[in-house]
């Protein structure tokens, strides 16, 4: 478009002149007490961990100049970064976050500051004790420039810490008398199956027993065989039913699942003349995402070695694969299993898929060439 120069002699002037510098929008404090309450009643905390990040995201962005992470939240998600929607973390800084600060357990630093190898990032690292017997949450601020000094940053991060961390410890012992209730509920329920049905199943199962052996030495053939199958059965219900209230009576808290595969293996090892052996590659941490229901599938593994197997040998493995799942795998060197001869009564595999499938892992029962029996769990990776 032409533009006339008597216009443009008109306009000069004006474009030589200095530009008002444009305001800049004020970012306001978030409402910390309403965070406190969001979080400790959340039902999702990795969800709601995430919608807190996008609100102070902007607000220490504004303010600081940084970028905001949690790293080490109590929950399945523990090794993984949170962060706000609107960034992305810089290649790495989720490694050398959970290498530094998570898997190293630092606890005798509030505070940590450094800069990150290999990149221009420098960190401001603030922990979060939410819980005494918990391994502490840490709150990151990353700065791509000058790292500034500790007061100014706490200054206003600090409240925004405080917050975080009475929300996260609140949410922590909720989740715990939650648990602590369902534990108590099932116990009690435990309680009274071994007062009523249990002992029922085991006066019947004596009974069929002596009728079954009556039959045999009365010469009925007919009636032998049905004692037999009606001993059988009675037997069935009454083991089916005191491992009922034996896994009823098991609690397991989420992230203790090392102590108690060690523990289930040291409580089968003395049921049975089996030598087991236990390889961890996996480190004292390992969190699925029920560890209620992988421990059930471990102990269903270790019963069949000690009840079918007839094995002398069995090995527990806890390996970390490449794409970082976890495969568990319990093997014995016993008769090892046919699935022409899986009895149609039998549950226990129907119930180990059933358990697998709830926290989206595959389980696989081999044969191996050189004999025995082998039950690979593979869990996948909760952070992809």
């Not at 050398?96 to 190293?104: K, V």
């Not at 034996?246 to 397991?252: G, K, P, Q, Y």
Request: charged share 20%.
């Amino acid at each position: 478009m032409a533009v006339s120069i008597p216009l443009w002699m008109h306009n000069f002037p004006w474009l030589l002149r200095e530009q008002p510098a444009k305001q800049k929008e004020t970012v306001c404090a978030p409402a910390l007490t309403q965070l406190v309450v969001d979080l400790a009643c959340s039902d999702d905390i990795r969800q709601s961990l995430e919608q807190t990040l996008n609100r102070l995201q902007s607000y220490v962005s504004f303010h600081l100049d940084a970028d905001i992470f949690l790293i080490g939240v109590p929950s399945p998600h523990r090794d993984q970064l949170l962060h706000a929607s609107t960034i992305t973390p810089p290649i790495g800084l989720a490694g050398q976050l959970r290498y530094q600060l998570t898997e190293h357990s630092v606890h005798d630093a509030n505070e940590l500051r450094y800069k990150l190898p290999g990149s221009s990032l420098s960190v401001h690292a603030l922990q979060l004790p939410f819980d005494i017997n918990h391994p502490a949450c840490w709150m990151v601020l990353c700065f791509k420039e000058r790292l500034p000094e500790s007061e100014q940053i706490n200054r206003i991060s600090g409240p925004v810490a405080e917050a975080l961390n009475a929300g996260l410890g609140g949410w922590y012992r909720q989740q715990s008398r939650i648990s602590a209730a369902i534990s108590s509920e099932k116990a009690a329920h435990a309680a009274e199956l071994h007062d009523s049905m249990a002992q029922i199943l085991g006066y019947m199962r004596i009974k069929a027993s002596r009728l079954a052996d009556q039959c045999k030495r009365k010469a009925e053939p007919e009636l032998a065989e049905i004692s037999e199958d009606l001993c059988h059965q009675a037997q069935c219900a009454y083991r089916q039913t005191r491992e009922l209230i034996a896994c009823s009576r098991l609690s397991i808290e989420q992230g203790q699942l090392i102590d108690a595969i060690s523990q289930a293996i040291g409580e089968f090892e003395q049921r049975s003349a089996v030598v087991f052996e236990l390889d961890n590659r996996v480190g004292s941490q390992l969190i699925t995402k029920d560890d209620s229901q992988t421990i059930f599938i471990i102990r269903e593994a270790l019963n069949n070695i000690v009840r079918h197997s007839h094995a002398s040998h069995a090995r527990v493995q806890l390996l970390r694969q490449n794409d970082s799942s976890i495969r568990i795998r319990v093997e014995d060197n016993g008769k090892g299993i046919c699935a022409d001869q899986t009895r149609q009564d039998s549950f226990g595999m129907k119930i180990m898929q059933e358990r697998a499938e709830k926290i989206q892992a595959n389980l696989f029962i081999l044969s191996p060439r050189q004999g025995g029996t082998r039950i690979e769990l593979i869990i996948p990776d909760l952070s992809v």
